[in-house]
């Protein structure tokens, strides 16, 4: 092996980076579940985006009586405060976004790093690491956010950092396991033979073939951070200053709006969360699908099972 | 690796995570909350209150004193005591467990049966449509914020049903004559449907797709070909050959799950007001009670470590072919 071995032998991952990337790129055109996620955040990603030349005034301005049911000036109508509920989902749309995009980038980044140096390093490092994740993982996530959520103050970094700080788990194991199988292929080793050092290795080797399954896995993590975060905010302890669609749900409840009949104020923002939650989920699952093929079968994820036939376990062995 | 040495691993593995969660929870409301006094917001909370308070829980100490003060309590089962009421937490938390665990348990009861049924109708008749509208209304459920399902509950279904919405009993039950046992109970229940149809709602999605891909597995299986070259009915095929192979790993995820369920009950019982562990917390979160919080925050740490422990050793005791 090392006889063959040239610098330019450490070069071809890079076909193999491409057809992983070109095979991601094919399944999840092919997945009708990924294209309807997709279209879905895209969608939602667009009004965040473009939310500020969307709305001529702060959402909040009182423009109606209080909980004006749906009519012709305003399209879903008034919230308990008397402003329109759509201008105050679309400027909920970027707070929620943010908060679901930032803290999963978090998570993401402590999780890739904790698995990447578990995987990569074994040893002691691993043992260290994973008994971190082992007590991290026991620990209920919910009570746990609210108790630092309440101990820390309402902001809204403060929300997205304990998230983030939440959810790194099982990310780590994923790419621990990810890592650990990418560290042992030949051309890992090669590069290590002609002298590559851990940085190299790490940054040019094992990250690229790991950062797509990062990624799903960052997608699923964004429905899990805007889910906490109408959580938080549900209980009092959102960043008071802000509106988000955890915040419109809150407010719907504290201002009575069951007495009040106002459908149309607790029903909006609960199905954008539901929907832009779905979107991320499919995406996500259909991405982990792609790159896992492992997975496929026996997996929890909602895709329609090939009929197996009943021989044919006996073939395949 | 014996069996003994299994079930000792774990609970050394228990043992220890509690002791992790212990100092968690010391360190997270001792030294991070900065004083927990100063924070407090109650009508009799003057400065003079505050510093006897401070002196009182030991706040003046060093953080090593109070961390060995709080250790010595515990294992008294000494939780402190309430900063508003002045009562133990053990008193002020007990009835709210008391009212939970009847919920919790009739909502997982919902989940377990409905996710049951879902998952071996989909397994059964994979590939069709009743697959796809079991499984993507499974989906549909998971992603919705529970406190917001049990807002569509009050809003759509309490109505129809005639179920209250609110509370755990009838204030005008009992006023007008003496309410007999069964009334009490039947009241109960009533109070007790809604709460626990939403969170079983919300979980049932989760075990529909398990109780799918473990079915699908099984009757994938040599012994349910030969079932069904004998000529059993597909009930017989299903029921008794197929799921109860399937139930095993379906025993371990309830057992498992349980430990979240009851933290994820907190926004459901908000929303109904339902006096639970829940309601405590948010109570306590409103109110600045620290050691309510902190002795609700190791309760529900506790039980979770305990349903995984349970979990665990449940796996063990069903399927010994587990090693590690």
């Known amino acids: 092996m090392s006889a063959t071995a040239n610098p330019a032998a450490v070069e071809d991952v890079q076909p193999a980076i491409e057809s992983r990337k070109g095979l991601l790129r094919r399944e999840l055109l092919r997945n009708p579940q990924a294209i309807f996620g997709l279209t879905i955040l895209g969608i939602f990603v667009l009004i965040a985006l473009l939310s500020p030349v969307l709305l001529s005034q702060d959402p909040k301005t009182k423009v109606g009586s209080v909980f004006e049911p749906p009519g012709s000036a305003h399209v879903l109508g008034t919230d308990g405060g008397g402003a329109d509920m759509l201008a105050l989902l679309v400027g909920g749309a970027p707070v929620s976004l943010i908060v679901g995009f930032a803290a999963a980038a978090v998570s993401a980044l402590i999780g890739g790093a904790v698995g990447l140096l578990s995987g990569f390093f074994g040893g002691k490092t691993d043992v260290a690491l994973m008994r971190l994740t082992d007590y991290v993982i026991v620990i209920p996530d919910v009570p746990l956010m609210i108790v630092v959520a309440a101990l820390f103050g309402r902001s809204l970094t403060n929300i997205i950092l304990i998230i983030g700080a939440i959810y790194w788990t099982t990310t780590a194991r994923l790419i621990r396991a990810q890592v650990k199988s990418v560290r042992e292929r030949v051309y890992v080793k090669r590069a290590r033979a002609l002298g590559a050092g851990n940085t190299r290795l790490i940054g040019r080797h094992i990250l690229p073939q790991v950062a797509p399954l990062l990624i799903a896995n960052t997608v699923l993590l964004v429905a899990y951070a805007i889910f906490a975060e109408t959580f938080i905010t549900f209980l009092g302890l959102g960043d008071p200053s802000l509106v988000s669609w955890g915040r419109l749900i809150e407010n719907a409840f504290t201002d009575d709006a069951i007495l009040n009949n106002a459908w149309w104020a607790i029903v909006t923002p609960g199905l954008c969360v539901t929907i832009v939650i779905l979107g991320c989920t499919m995406t996500g699952q259909a991405m982990e699908d792609a790159l896992n093929p492992r997975l496929r079968v026996g997996h929890l994820s909602v895709k329609r099972f090939r009929l197996r036939p009943l021989a044919g376990r006996l073939d395949s062995e | ?324």
């Open chain 2, 1 to 324: 690796m014996t069996g003994f040495d299994y079930v000792g691993k774990r609970v050394l593995f228990a043992a220890l995570t509690v002791f992790v969660a212990i100092t968690l929870n010391f360190v997270l409301f001792r030294t991070l909350s900065g004083d927990a006094l100063s924070a407090l917001r109650c009508r009799q909370c003057t400065a003079q209150f505050k510093e006897y308070q401070r002196h009182e829980l030991g706040l003046d100490k060093s953080k090593w004193v109070q961390y060995r003060m709080y250790l010595a309590d515990l294992s008294h089962g000494n939780l402190g005591k309430s900063l508003r009421s002045e009562q133990s937490v053990t008193n002020e938390l007990w009835p709210s467990i008391k009212n939970t665990i009847p919920m919790v348990a009739l909502g997982t009861f919902f989940s377990i049966v409905l996710g049951i049924i879902v998952g071996v109708i989909t397994a059964w008749r994979r590939g069709t449509f009743v697959d796809r509208a079991g499984l993507y209304s499974g989906l549909g459920f998971y992603s919705m914020p529970p406190q917001w399902l049990g807002l569509l509950m009050v809003l759509f279904v309490a109505g129809a049903l005639g179920l209250p919405t609110s509370g755990i009993k009838d204030p005008t039950l009992g006023i007008l004559g003496d309410a007999s046992t069964w009334d009490v109970l039947v009241d109960r229940l009533r109070h007790m449907v809604l709460p626990a149809l939403t969170l079983g709602l919300v979980l049932y999605g989760e075990y529909a797709l398990i109780v799918r891909s473990s079915m699908l597995e099984t009757l994938g299986e040599d012994y349910v070909l030969t079932a069904r070259a004998k000529g059993l009915s597909n009930w017989a095929i299903v029921w008794r050959h197929g799921l109860r192979n399937a139930l095993l790993p379906i025993v371990t995820l309830v057992a498992l799950s349980l430990g979240y369920v009851i933290a994820g009950t907190i926004t459901i019982e908000y929303v109904f007001s339902y006096p639970g562990v829940g309601l405590a917390v948010v109570e306590a979160i409103d109110q600045r009670d620290y050691p309510i919080l902190q002795g609700a925050f190791l309760l529900l740490t506790l039980s979770v470590i305990v349903f995984n422990l349970v979990a665990d050793l449940l796996y063990f005791k069903l399927d010994p072919r587990v090693q590690t």
